[in-house]
């Protein structure tokens, strides 16, 4: 028997990207390149008009989700896919037309400690569909995470690097995008093309470096960005789906 809950939790954060990074395409792709390609492109969304009015944004409060029955009828079994629709409302109560907005979910049970992350399908007309894999007997809790981005410091979560050779060790602060105001590490995956970098210790060359950790969380929030944050708290809406 699976008992699933569901939650629906508000979290915004309102970043805006402040470096660029340079990605080059070959001019011919596969099939199976433009394919992966087309998975993650990023939806349009209509103009934005200036001002931008905090009403219109994302509000978890005014968004809804409902989880569908199990397509075959009867009770969800273990190795099932569970789907939750997601619908984004705006803080006026109105549905959201356009998608965009980050959405993350996860089903977890804390008393087992599993886990498992969900598929979120992007409709682009305001609403999502979260599929789960349910991996599990037991009791499970659905938790929706919508997030509105607007990325203006990408180093808001700061990272660390220990670097040390013999007696002598230095730490150095690294992130994916870090503002060029001393030399750099370039630790970008050769495969992947996944950016990262550390600063170079003072010392110590860029090969040196032993482990990575994470630091502290800088909040360089505007007067705008604090309201944002306070309109978006929320303590989560739950409610509890029948045993099945």
């Not at 089903?107 to 305001?126: C, E, F, I, K, T």
Request: glycine fraction near 8%.
């Amino acid at each position: 028997i699976i008992t699933i809950w569901v939650i629906i939790i508000s979290t915004l954060f309102i970043w805006k990207i402040s470096c660029s990074i340079l990605i080059s395409f070959h001019h011919q792709l596969s099939p199976e390149e433009r394919r992966l390609l087309d998975s993650i492109a990023w939806p349009e969304t209509p103009h934005v008009p200036v001002p931008v009015s905090l009403n219109t944004t994302s509000d978890p409060a005014h968004s809804t989700f409902t989880i569908l029955p199990v397509r075959a009828g009867g009770q969800w079994h273990v190795g099932d896919e569970l789907e939750a629709l997601i619908q984004i409302g705006d803080f006026q109560g109105r549905p959201k037309q356009y998608g965009g907005d980050l959405v993350i979910a996860r089903l977890h049970d804390p008393a087992l400690s599993a886990g498992v992350a969900g598929r979120v399908v992007d409709h682009l007309n305001g609403s999502y569909t979260a599929v789960f894999p349910l991996l599990w007997e037991g009791r499970a809790q659905v938790e929706v995470t919508p997030e509105s981005m607007l990325m203006e410091h990408p180093a808001r979560q700061s990272f660390l690097s220990l670097f040390q050779s013999g007696s002598v060790s230095e730490t150095a602060v690294c992130n994916f995008c870090l503002p060029p105001t001393q030399p750099l590490c370039n630790y970008t995956d050769l495969h992947t093309g996944e950016p990262w970098f550390c600063y170079k210790p003072k010392k110590l060359s860029c090969d040196t470096r032993i482990n990575h950790y994470k630091g502290g969380c800088n909040y360089y929030l505007k007067a705008k960005e604090v309201t944002l944050f306070q309109r978006g708290k929320s303590s989560g809406i739950g409610s509890p789906i029948d045993s099945i």
